[in-house]
């Protein structure tokens, strides 16, 4: 079997640079989301490898108990933080998002200015 230490190094040294070079910047890309130490840790463990379509205890995959109870939680919490009766903590993609602020700032049948995205 090949060793590929030097490479894996040579990657974990990118990577903390990169680490380094976000945490000094102002990233003015919007659907480049900054996230917190805490965050960027849980998303380095295995539920980052989880698809969970659905809602929680309501899935349309099996083998999703644990994000469910995760999920659970972290609504509970939502709701107790910003003391409301419901919170979505599912993530929306940036499609999503556009959608809802055209829509939000948009009457039907405006036109919306988009930069293009270069290919």
């Known amino acids: 079997m090949a060793n590929y230490h030097d490479e894996i190094l040579k ?4 990577a903390k640079e990169h680490t380094q070079y976000m945490r000094n910047s102002i990233n003015l890309i919007a659907s480049e989301n900054v996230t917190s130490v805490e965050v960027t840790e ?3 463990t295995y539920f980052a490898h989880r698809y969970a379509e659905g809602q929680a205890f309501q899935r349309f995959y099996e083998g999703c108990q644990y994000v469910d109870q995760v999920e659970d939680m972290t609504k509970k919490l939502s709701c107790k933080v910003y003391d409301c009766d419901y919170a979505n903590v599912q993530p929306v ?3 999503t998002a556009n959608l809802a602020a055209f829509f939000g700032f948009a009457k039907p049948g405006e036109k919306v200015m988009a930069l293009e995205v270069p290919s």
Do not use: K, L, R
């Not at 990657?11 to 990118?14: G, L, N």
């Open 11 to 14: 990657f974990e040294e990118i």
């Open 93 to 95: 993609s940036g499609v």
């Open 42 to 44: 849980a998303v380095a």
